[in-house]
């Protein structure tokens, strides 16, 4: 559905996109990840036609973006972090203007009744967008994105400033449009890819440096284990035990005590499985182990530990190329 290839942005020496390559199928629901100033923005920008690239080829169901940019416009819905609202208007009356601006040929008050009802904003469809929460302004945000039903939709953090309960009933429309949409998400909730994305795509620099199905991410991220072990014996004895393990990286106690049963935190790394040899070591001793569980790492652990890879063995390249933040001038 979107093939980019080698593409470019730099300006005047600053590389805001180093020659990326990516391939995105029918149907995926993608989180595009990585921190401010890595190319987020700037990619999602051109693949919508806002902004053009320095080189490179971007092809949306294997139409080039550079060839046919009217053509391939009508194939993306695009919601960008501050929704482009008329405030002044009414609900209707901004969604029949999108409608025009796009020259949609389905039939008008079926296609908007449509979206209304399935963004949830039928009942303010007649308020002025200037008096509605922040939380349905999101929502008549992704409305006009919906507009001429297109087969992409494209959302910048789609879920700033909600509170908890706007932010589920967003997650939960994109999950929807999931169904029927490829969707490309950007956020810096990372929680929020965890729930909603099939696959994650990492970029730092501009450049990709992580691209694998959400569940796989960890290993790739090579993550050190994490345990939550329960053991019964004298806390000070079973703690200086534990940081002594062999392939034990780190230990600490909670604080949580049970009737002389306390609960611990090991960390080892991602190759290591100490539990077998542990539970010998606590026999040993008379050390019952009343509970072990494996932690799964989160996101946000996976995220800092491919970033921080990554900058850790480029950082002493002289010719490492800046993001595009500090840019000041285009070539």
Not at 138 to 164: S, Y
Not at 209 to 235: F, H, M, Q, W
Request: aromatic fraction near 6%; include cysteine; charged fraction near 25%.
């Amino acid at each position: 559905m979107i093939r980019i290839e080698n593409l470019v942005k730099r300006y005047g020496k600053k590389y805001a996109l180093d020659s990326i390559s990516l391939d995105i199928s029918k149907g995926e629901v993608i989180g595009f990840l990585g921190p401010n100033g890595a190319g987020k923005s700037t990619t999602m920008n051109i693949i919508t036609g806002y902004l053009s690239a320095t080189s490179g080829n971007v092809y949306i169901d294997g139409i080039d973006l550079l060839s046919d940019p009217q053509t391939v416009k009508t194939m993306i819905g695009y919601l960008p972090e501050q929704p482009p609202l008329y405030v002044d208007m009414t609900v209707r009356e901004y969604l029949n203007f999108v409608f025009d601006l796009k020259k949609c040929t389905y039939s008008r008050k079926k296609h908007i009744d449509e979206i209304c009802s399935v963004v949830k904003i039928a009942d303010v469809q007649n308020r002025v967008i200037r008096n509605l929460s922040k939380g349905y302004k999101q929502r008549v945000g992704i409305a006009q994105a919906l507009v001429g039903n297109p087969p992409i939709i494209i959302f910048d953090e789609p879920t700033v400033g909600l509170d908890p309960k706007e932010i589920i009933e967003i997650r939960s429309l994109i999950r929807k449009l999931g169904e029927k949409h490829t969707v490309i998400l950007s956020t810096h909730i990372l929680s929020e890819v965890q729930v909603v994305c099939d696959r994650i795509i990492i970029i730092d620099s501009g450049r990709i440096i992580a691209d694998k199905p959400t569940e796989e991410l960890a290993r790739v991220a090579g993550t050190n284990k994490k345990y939550n072990v329960k053991i019964s014996g004298p806390l000070r004895e079973v703690l200086s035990m534990l940081k002594e393990h062999p392939g034990v990286k780190s230990a600490e106690a909670t604080g949580e005590n049970d009737n002389g049963t306390y609960t611990f935190i090991l960390e080892t790394d991602a190759n290591t499985d100490i539990r077998r040899s542990l539970f010998s070591a606590l026999t040993e001793y008379n050390w019952p182990m009343m509970g072990l569980e494996e932690i799964n790492a989160s996101l946000e652990d996976i995220f800092i530990s491919i970033v921080d890879s990554k900058y850790e063995s480029e950082k002493s390249s002289e010719g490492t190329r800046a993001s595009w933040d500090d840019a000041d001038e285009e070539i």
